[in-house]
């Protein structure tokens, strides 16, 4: 029998219960001795005024101001409960991540926190290496800090090698950021990898030139071992974080939760992680996953509501490695993950604004609830086959304008360098619009 639903008032109160008995955070050691909570605040996704968070267009766009007096709070609390991590960039939440981090941080000591920000020069225009240093120093500027503690090299390998060497070689960046972290105004160099898995390889190939002091890579139990199910092109991460810790780099984890999908799933994977632990919720297999390799440093994690940051606390407080049959039914969590047919979309809107109009993270979003919530709209076998199919349509309709839905997707392809996760974004849309052109054809005969 199915556990009745929790009311909002009873999570907040179970939550506070959790995070009562938990103990301290765990912390992970860098290459400099610092310790580092193995819980790191990702800024990417920060609370707006109107309860929706800034990077999303899975609901509408929020083009809300983000809430300042959220963000405090939850700056606040993190560094209450042993969070210590920061992670922002120039180009999170429309630009204004580093400045709203900047002044929730710069109320409490300096010495008390770890800022990790990114050199963003996505648009060809910021490539030369003047823009890539004033890029930097505006870092600095709105973090109100003279120093950063972990910079990035942001996503080599999006958009490809060549793209790679103009944002970093061959305009000399990487040889200038040597130079401060030289002079102590970069603390720790690294990079974020998403993509050409040859900006991967040259990277690592040089580490005894660089010597990078971490990598954010993406890490969960789905990528573990099937990346390339996603997409051919992709490396596990089981690849890149063995490649990392053989090299003594630790790794910095983003995307645990796969986009927010290893976080709510339909009741046949949810079944058998609550078979492991009625009580423990979704999200925290996948937390306790990746804290579970010893050579990850941080796990990242985009918290836009109070309460995520309350349980992703309370799950790292402090760590339960996982056991081997834990693992193991991860593993078949995973391979049944990969039957729902989701697109690996993480909402993060490097492919908007397509020229024709095309919502294309809100309609990925919306395919993927229905595929991960409890009822699948292209399953059959599901006892409530029609009516799933109905709601769906109603949920697309409801939460995308017709002009912006996949039907106006023409293929031109303009969005694909963009995406990070290298979706085929036109043929995933086509294949939606079928769906969604049969559905309406049925409801018309209905
Ligand atoms: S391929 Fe489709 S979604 Fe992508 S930019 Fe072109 S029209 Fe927009
Ligand atoms: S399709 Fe790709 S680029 Fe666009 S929001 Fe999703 S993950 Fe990001």
């Known amino acids: 029998m199915r556990k009745k639903e929790m009311s909002r008032r009873e999570f907040f109160a179970d939550l506070a219960k959790k995070l009562e008995g938990s103990g301290e955070m765990t912390t992970r050691e860098d290459l400099k001795g610092n310790k580092i909570s193995l819980l790191g605040y990702g800024a990417m996704r920060l609370p707006t005024k109107d309860g929706k968070h800034a990077n999303t267009w899975a609901e509408g766009v929020s083009s809300a101001a983000i809430d300042q007096e ?25 630009g204004e991540s580093e400045r709203v981090m900047g002044e929730a941080l710069s109320r409490h000591p300096r010495s008390s926190y770890f800022i990790a920000t990114k050199l963003s020069n996505f648009a060809p225009q910021q490539y030369p290496l003047e823009e890539c240093k004033a890029m ?38 990487i040889d200038w950021l040597l130079e401060e972290r030289a002079a102590g105004r970069i603390r720790n160099l690294g990079f974020s990898f998403h993509g050409d898995p040859k900006a991967f390889e040259w990277c690592i190939e040089h580490h005894d030139q660089y010597r990078w002091d971490f990598c954010q890579i993406q890490m969960n139990y789905v990528d573990w071992l099937h990346a390339k199910a996603v997409n051919d092109r992709n490396l596990d991460a089981k690849y890149l974080y063995e490649t990392l810790a053989a090299k003594n780099i630790p790794a910095v984890i983003m995307e645990p939760l796969l986009g927010g999908r290893l976080a709510k799933f339909n009741y046949a994977v949810a079944s058998k992680l609550k078979g492991m632990d009625a009580e423990a919720s979704i999200a925290s297999w996948a937390f306790r996953f990746c804290g579970t390799y010893p050579r990850v440093l941080t796990i990242l994690s985009g918290m836009t509501y109070k309460e995520q940051l309350m349980e992703n606390i309370a799950t790292l407080s402090p760590l339960k490695p996982l056991t081997q049959h834990e693992l193991d039914t991860l593993e078949e969590a995973a391979q049944l993950v990969l039957q729902n047919n989701t697109v690996p979309c993480n909402l993060c809107q490097y492919c908007m604004p397509c020229p024709y109009g095309v919502d294309i993270p809100g309609v990925f979003d919306c395919w993927n609830r229905a595929c991960t919530e409890d009822r699948l709209p292209n399953d059959p076998a599901n006892a409530r086959h029609a009516e799933n199919r109905r709601k769906f349509l109603k949920d697309c309709d409801k939460a995308i304008p017709h002009l912006r839905q996949a039907e106006h997707c023409i293929g031109c392809g303009k969005c694909l360098s963009h995406c ?21 054809k049925e409801e018309r005969h209905a």
Not at 420 to 437: E, G, S
């Open 70 to 94: 959220a963000v405090n709070e939850h700056v606040d609390f993190a560094l209450e409960h042993g969070v210590n991590y920061f992670d922002t960039s120039p180009a999170y939440c429309r």
């Open 136 to 173: 930097f120093e505006n870092s600095l500027k709105a973090l109100r800090t003279d120093y950063i503690d972990f910079y990035l090299l942001h996503a080599i390998g999006n958009g490809g090698f060549e793209t790679f060497s103009k944002r970093y070689i061959e305009n000399g960046a």
């Open 420 to 440: 990070p996760q290298r979706i085929d974004i036109p043929r995933r849309l086509d294949a939606i619009d079928r769906f969604v052109a049969n559905l309406r």
